[in-house]
T-cell receptor, first 113, second 111 residues
């Protein structure tokens, strides 16, 4: 069974700092990769997704992620964070053709103004 | 306005009682899911349904039951057999690209 690891449990940054949140998965076959975000008091919503093609994907609010197949990684990045990026971020993996989406344990991001 | 609705937002029950959480979608999606979210554990899959009148157990199905009588609706019952029912429950549906869309969640407290 696939598993997803997010090693950063809580990240605290100042505004304008650069962000990178790690995500590693265990499955060796074809995967679909997602980053979801949960802002305080709001629905879980999609930030970005990778299915195929360019391994660098861009999402909403200036976020991007790079799929590195050899490292089984899909790290989330943002060059300059804002206070409004304070949220919990979840990486998720779907094995191609499988109904299930496996989530990581999440990273809580706190941005200090 | 398309989306997933879950009700109620907060639910309180006494131990030993069954409770049913509502989930409705108007996105015309075939597949629907129930997750449980606990601090530090991410989202764990309880049950999912790919089509009406069919559903499968997820990773933590014990103590839960579901039904899927209509495409739009996928209610979850938390039974008295669930040992630790207090949690935040999320419902989702999936489109053809495997993207999942989430409802606002129901926070269940059992005392």
């Amino acid at each position: 069974a696939q598993s997803v690891s997010q090693h950063n449990h809580h990240v605290i940054l100042s505004e304008a700092a650069s962000l990178e949140l790690g995500c590693n998965y265990s499955y060796g076959g074809t995967v679909n990769l997602f980053w979801y975000v949960q802002y305080p008091g709001q629905h879980l919503q999609l930030l970005l997704k990778y299915f195929s093609g360019d391994p660098l994907v861009k999402g909403i609010k200036g976020f991007e992620a790079e799929f590195i197949k050899s490292k089984f990684s899909f790290n989330l990045r943002k060059p300059s964070v804002q206070w409004s990026d304070t949220a919990e971020y979840f990486c998720a993996v779907n094995v191609f053709g499988n109904e299930k989406l496996t989530f990581g344990t999440g990273t809580r991001l706190t941005i200090i103004p | 306005d398309g989306g997933i609705t879950q009700s109620p937002k907060y639910l309180f029950r006494k131990e030993g009682q069954n409770v049913t959480l509502s989930c409705e979608q108007n996105l015309n999606h075939d597949a629907m899911y129930w997750y449980r979210q606990d601090p530090g554990q991410g989202l764990r899959l309880i049950y999912y349904s790919q089509i009406v009148n069919d559903f499968q157990k997820g990773d933590i199905a014990e103590g839960y039951s579901v039904s899927r009588e209509k495409k739009e609706s996928f209610p979850l019952t938390v039974t008295s057999a669930q040992k630790n029912p207090t949690a935040f429950y999320l419902c989702a549906s999936r489109d053809r690209t495997y993207e999942q869309y989430f409802g606002p969640g129901t926070r269940l407290t059992v005392t």
